[in-house]
């Protein structure tokens, strides 16, 4: 992708009511853009970003056997009030009544209408266990949205439910479930904390939560998961015939991640006083192709040369084709942070080099230009290795 061609808005200096690292830079990066408080626009960095945290979850979701659908935002009321959640959840809920004088919401989680879906459609033990999964939009009216996107109105979340004939089940879907996420967080260069947690209003008798310490000193949680047992099943009467004919509630367990909090979990551990350092799997491009000059016809044919050669090898990459100063491009570059940038300087038409510079620790590469792409493969591999 040209970066003259793209929407990529940089700020020089963050808005002030930026609080946090990852909120600063998540604007200044033109990741992101505020509408109102709590409410944000994910812009193509930002969106790229968001595609790739995605993609690892349902890789490892896949992986664990969950199966993936997609739920409505728009709830009834007395769904909730039959669980009788809709007192617990009080204001946060988003109500209102339609056209036609139901009483709806907007979604701030979807255990009811999961276990609505399971009492329609499971009768019998032998469609058991099930995992479902959803990464859906959720909504909560946050009196106090702070941080950014950390405790936004709108964000978007992936949760999954498991359903199961008794507690044996639930204990190995909830240790998969467990695995899971502990691969899904390492996958996006994450360090973080499992800890045992209060259920609060979702229920059940066992949860825990994973946490992400920031530089700030703020843990930012990342995922959430429960032993829901029969809470939601009981109330709602979804139940199934066991292998003796008796009917019986289904146990349930509860899977959440903040994929939308995720970024700015990501960020707040992987930054300096420069910009955002992407971990590799999540950045919205592996390369960024810098030449200095854009006047220089044979630099700016090295360039696209090398983004052609990149593209056929399916490696995603800039290109910053802006007629910008170097001082500007350099900035620009540490402030997105995609981990490796190739420099085209006369310096590569003096000794035949090509340099490559590492965003993390800003380690400088050379090799010759036919053994570039050799070259940046190794230095992904290299990344990726535990």
């Not at 061609?5 to 830079?25: C, D, G, M, N, R």
């Not at 390369?287 to 090898?313: C, F, H, Q, R, W």
Request: aromatic share 8%.
């Amino acid at each position: 992708m040209l970066w003259s061609k793209s929407f990529i808005p940089t700020l020089k200096e963050a808005p002030a009511e930026a609080e946090s690292a990852s909120h600063q830079l998540m604007l200044r990066a033109g990741l992101i853009r505020m509408l109102s408080a709590g409410i944000y626009s994910y812009l193509p960095l930002g969106l790229r970003v968001i595609d790739n945290i995605e993609k690892i979850i349902r890789q490892e979701m896949n992986s664990a056997g969950a199966q993936e659908l997609l739920l409505p935002v728009l709830q009834t009321q007395e769904l909730w009030q039959r669980s009788g959640r809709d007192k617990e959840i009080g204001e946060v809920m988003i109500r209102f009544t339609d056209r036609r004088g139901r009483k709806l919401c907007l979604g701030p989680t979807h255990e009811e209408v999961i276990t609505e879906l399971a009492r329609t459609h499971i009768r019998s033990y032998k469609q058991l266990p099930l995992v479902l999964y959803q990464i859906q939009t959720k909504f909560r009216d946050e009196i106090r949205p702070r941080f950014g996107v950390v405790r936004a109105c709108e964000f978007i979340m992936k949760d999954a439910y498991s359903f199961d004939k008794d507690d044996k089940g639930l204990d190995k879907n909830y240790n998969l479930m467990l695995g899971a996420y502990q691969c899904i967080f390492k996958r996006m260069g994450l360090k973080f904390l499992t800890v045992e947690a209060d259920p609060g209003v979702m229920g059940g008798k066992v949860s825990h939560e994973f946490m992400v310490p920031a530089k700030s000193g703020e843990d930012i949680e990342v995922g959430h998961i429960f032993k829901l047992g029969t809470k939601y099943t009981e109330a709602l009467g979804a139940k199934f015939l066991d292998d003796k004919g008796r009917l019986q509630p289904i146990i349930m367990g509860c899977y959440g991640i903040g994929v939308s909090r995720l970024i700015a979990a990501i960020i707040e551990q992987n930054h300096d006083e420069a910009g955002i350092i992407w971990p590799w799997e999540v950045a919205p491009f592996k390369v960024l192709i810098i030449p200095v000059d854009v006047t220089d016809e044979k630099m700016m044919n090295e360039a696209a040369g090398i983004y052609a050669d990149l593209s056929k090898e399916n490696i995603k990459s800039l290109w910053d084709d802006r007629d910008e100063r170097a001082g500007v491009k350099f900035k620009d570059a540490e402030l997105i942070g995609i981990p490796l940038e190739i420099i085209i300087g006369k310096e590569a038409f003096k000794n035949g080099k090509i340099e490559l510079k590492r965003r993390k620790d800003k380690k400088i590469f050379f090799t010759d230009r036919k053994n570039l792409v050799k070259k940046i493969k190794q230095i992904m591999k290299d990344e990726a290795k535990p």
